[in-house]
Every structure is written in C-alpha cells, then in structure tokens.
C-alpha cells in the first residue's frame, strides 16, 4: 500500500548470478498518474550514486502503462514502454524476467515483450554482476516521467503473489543440466518471437532506440 507518507517493498534473501524471476501483480482499481509498482533486479551498487547493473520492470501509474529498462554498468536509459490491452487491475498477471548470460527476456502472462542479447564483443553493455531480486511500491517525484498522483482517491494498494526464484545464486558453481535450467535455456523459439513481434507492434508506445541520438550513444540502437 502506498499513501502520502510513504510506499513499501521486499526483496530476496540472496543474490543471484542469474535465473528466471517470476511475480503475479494485480494493480490497485483506483486511476491515478504518479505511483510507481516494481519488479526488479539490481546490484549492490545501487544507492552508491555510480554505474551499477538493473533490469526493470515499472508501471507508471495504475492504468497499463508498463516500462522496461536495463541498466549495464551505468545509467540505464534503454526504456521501451508498453500500453498494456488488458486491465491489470482486474486480475492477477504474471511478470518474469529472464537473466542469463546470454540474453534477458521480460514476459507479461507467459508472452516475451523484449529480449537483450549479449553483446560485448560489439561494444555493446550487458549486466554482469549479482543482483537482488526487489518488488517496491512507491511515489515519483518526476511529474514530467510519471505524472501527478490523484490523492482523493489513495490509499493505492498493489497485491502480489507467487513471489518465486529459479536461478544461480552468487558465488555457486551452476553447470548446466540437461533439463535446461533458466540460467542455461537456449535462445527464443519460432513461436515465441513470433508473439514477442506481435506484441510489440501492437503495444509498444516507445522505443529509446527511436530517440534522436541514441543511436549514437547506444551501440545496439545502430
């Protein structure tokens, strides 16, 4: 629950080298600009003011509108945003994300949204540190980002469930086993990225890689 004197959040126990996150969210009923709901991972560098490794998931607001975003040793910037079709208030709704040494894929109800290869020999940032896995409720102090919160209709109450980790945690030795753990599943299918496409050409309403100059900043937006 969320209300002007503060938001709320929990995190795991251990960190992890990688693994397949899931939690079921179901977004508070009253409409309002300006809370934010998290499913993340993030590096113990966090709150250190410098580069640090995150991978987001962020509604902004309590009506669908859904970002992603991964930071790789620095300040992040790579959000793309989603307009979801359905109402995640309604019901319960599963959001995974995929961190392996080779790509991180987000998924809403089982359906990849983004995938973000492993790129370095090109240059390109990718996380490479333990991360916590974190969920937190809170306000943002960016109207411009986030918009204002409607205090006439709080307290805002997000309700999660089925908080599960299948992953590698830090400092263990992992080998891959021959049911293909998360941590060592192979890339995404025919099937799959046919509903990755679909689902982005039909919800994405913002891509960073769109934006005047990130193609310069950004070696994967080239």
């Known amino acids: 629950m969320v209300n002007d004197a503060g ?23 009253k409409k309002t600009n300006g809370v934010i709901t998290a499913f993340y991972l993030i590096s113990d560098d966090q709150d250190a003011g410098v580069n640090h490794d995150e991978i987001d998931f962020e509604f902004i607001g309590t009506e ?101 980790i299948s992953g590698c945690p830090a400092g263990s030795n992992c080998l891959p086993s021959p049911d293909f753990s998360p941590w060592t599943r192979p890339k995404l299918g025919p099937k799959q990225l046919k509903l990755m496409r679909n689902f982005r050409k039909k919800q994405m309403t913002f891509d960073y890689c769109r934006s005047k100059g990130n193609k310069l900043r950004y070696p994967e937006c080239a």
């Open 64 to 164: 669908g509108r859904l970002q992603t975003n991964i930071f790789a040793n620095d300040r992040g910037g790579r959000e793309q945003v989603f307009q979801l079709s359905f109402d995640p208030s309604e019901d319960f709704h599963t959001y995974q994300i995929l961190y392996t040494p080779q790509r991180i894929v987000f998924f809403v109800d089982n359906i990849p949204i983004r995938s973000f290869k492993n790129n370095t020999k090109r240059g390109i940032n990718f996380p490479t540190k333990s991360l916590w896995a974190e969920a937190s409720l809170w306000i943002s102090d960016s109207v411009i980002w986030a918009g204002a919160v409607d205090w006439g209709y709080a307290p805002f109450i997000v309700s999660f469930q089925d908080f599960n």
């Open 7 to 29: 938001g709320a959040g929990f995190k795991s126990k251990i960190q992890y080298e990688s693994g397949l996150f899931t939690l079921r969210i179901k977004m508070p009923a």
